[in-house]
Structures are given as structure tokens and as C-alpha cells.
């Protein structure tokens, strides 16, 4: 298969659960090299669950010359600076296209960036303009377009449209089984790369249910992290994770983390309003 010349970076077994976003990213992977034709995707769903993650593997797999940005970086207040930046990132991935490789374009915070222009009055509609333009410029290349947000419905609807960011896929919480399997996986991984001393009395089924839709697994991720860090004596000795201090930092973390997914929430709801009104289907 042109361009799948897979570097192994990651491979896809490094993605807990979210079987249906991974499925459908690599069904669109395989479109586009196939095709050579240009596929625009939209990743949505709560912060912290593996959007970014999963782009990132889907290129390393399918060897996707990856371009990765944030609406904050290509965002500037100085006029025609962040056209230039939309503009500039599409002709960068034409050019490496146009060497038969396929490539990935990723916006994070996409919404900042393509705000829904009727409740964004004061901004100046010239930069989704020029990212319509540009999508429309790269039709004909191996290239994916893909923006990643927290908030669908706040995201301009000229670029959600068919033919242009039409493939909405949404990645939301791990199941039950995966919380299991992601506290297992960075647990070992501190006690591997860290030298963590994880207690015997550590229980992983207990940790995933006190955890479940409460915590992302980014959050996970950092809660090991942190506790291999800061149980490690001056010395560099490593002190025990033991169960307990791990349920209090998930206490802790939920509570701060609880206003985001809240709010979070809330935009699900809009989002689903806007869905029935545009007449559209998730992935």
C-alpha cells in the first residue's frame, strides 16, 4: 500500500479501548492513501481522553508525515498574520504530499481558531475563510485534515459541512474494563521507568471503579506519575505507592477535574441540539 511504511513509533495496541475511533480513524487512513484524496475528520469528545493520542499513532502506523499545532499558535492579533499561518501550514503539507507521502494535519482547540461566526461577532471571519479555500486547494493530495475539540457546537458550521470537516468522530471515556487496564499499564510503567515501589495492597478493580467517568485517562496518567515523584526520597530511594494514598489522589484530581467535565457536559447537550437540527451523524 502507497505511503504505509509503518516507522513503529507506536502501533495501535498502545491505544486503550475507544475501539470504534480507532476503527473508524484507520477506515479514513487507508481512504486517503488509497485514494490519494484529501479527508477532513472532526475528533470531539471530553478533555484528556486520547484525541491527540490517537492521531498520533494512526500516523505513526500508516506512516503519515504528521503537522501538529494549536489554535493558540496560529492564532496572532496582528492582522493577516494567522492567514498566513492557516496558509502556510496547508502549502507545507501539499509539498510533502506532492512527494507521494500522506500527511496529517492536526488542530487542537480547533474551536478557538473557527468559531461559529454568529455568536462570534467581533471576530474576523478572513481566517476560515482561507482554511476553506485551503481545504477546498488540497482536495486532490493524500492529506488529513484533522481538528480536535472540547466544544462542537461553538465550531464554525461552514467548516463542519459535507465535503469539507465532515467526518465527526467522537472520543469520549475509556469503558470500565480499559480504566482497569489503563491503571495497570501506568503503574507498571512507573515501577519500570521510575524504579515506583507499587504496595501490595494496591487494587486495581477498586482504583477503575472510584475512577470511572471521573477521571480522563491523561489524569491517570499523571496521578502515577506524580506519586512515583514525589514518594522518591532525597536519597533517590523510592518509597511505596501504597492503595490508599492512590484513592486520595483520585478524590482530589476528580474534584479539581469536576467543573471541566462539567462543563463538558453541557456543551454534549448543545452539541446533540445542534446535530438534530444539522441533520447529522457521528461516527
Not at 467548516?159 to 472520543?171: E, Q, S
Not at 469503558?175 to 515501589?197: F, H, S, T, V
Request: glycine share 6%.
Amino acid at each position: 500500500m502507497k505511503g504505509q511504511q509503518p516507522q513503529n513509533k507506536f502501533s495501535l495496541s498502545d491505544i486503550i479501548g475507544l475501539e470504534e475511533a480507532k476503527d473508524t480513524l484507520e477506515l479514513l487512513a487507508k481512504k486517503c492513501i488509497d485514494k490519494e484524496c484529501r479527508v477532513g475528520i472532526l475528533l470531539w469528545g471530553p478533555p484528556g481522553c486520547g484525541k491527540s493520542f490517537l492521531i498520533e499513532v494512526i500516523a505513526s502506523v500508516y506512516d503519515f508525515e504528521i503537522i501538529l499545532d494549536t489554535s493558540s499558535n496560529l492564532t496572532s492579533r496582528y492582522v493577516g498574520e494567522s492567514e498566513k499561518a492557516v496558509q502556510t501550514m496547508f502549502d507545507r503539507a501539499e509539498s510533502i504530499a506532492q512527494t507521494g507521502k500522506p500527511v496529517v494535519i492536526f488542530i487542537d482547540e480547533a474551536e478557538s481558531l473557527l468559531p461559529c461566526r454568529e455568536s462570534t461577532p467581533d471576530y474576523k471571519s478572513d481566517v476560515v475563510n482561507v482554511f476553506l479555500i485551503s481545504m477546498s486547494k488540497s482536495s486532490e493530495y493524500p492529506i488529513m485534515v484533522v481538528l480536535a475539540t472540547n466544544h462542537r457546537d461553538k465550531m464554525d458550521t461552514t467548516v463542519l459541512r459535507d465535503g469539507r470537516i465532515n467526518n465527526h468522530i467522537f472520543v469520549g471515556f475509556p469503558k470500565i474494563e480499559d480504566y482497569k487496564l489503563l491503571w495497570k499499564m501506568y503503574l507498571d510503567k512507573i515501577a519500570i521507568e521510575d524504579g515506583a515501589k507499587i504496595s501490595n495492597d494496591v487494587a486495581i478493580d477498586e482504583l477503575a471503579d472510584l475512577s470511572y467517568q471521573k477521571l480522563t485517562p491523561v489524569s491517570i496518567k499523571a496521578i502515577c506519575e506524580e506519586l512515583a515523584m514525589v514518594t522518591q526520597s532525597k536519597s533517590g530511594k523510592q518509597g511505596k505507592i501504597e492503595h490508599d494514598r492512590l484513592v486520595d489522589a483520585i478524590s482530589k484530581r476528580a474534584h479539581r477535574i469536576g467543573n471541566e467535565l462539567d462543563e463538558f457536559k453541557e456543551t454534549l447537550v448543545a452539541s446533540a441540539r445542534q446535530s438534530d437540527m444539522n441533520g447529522d451523524d457521528d461516527l
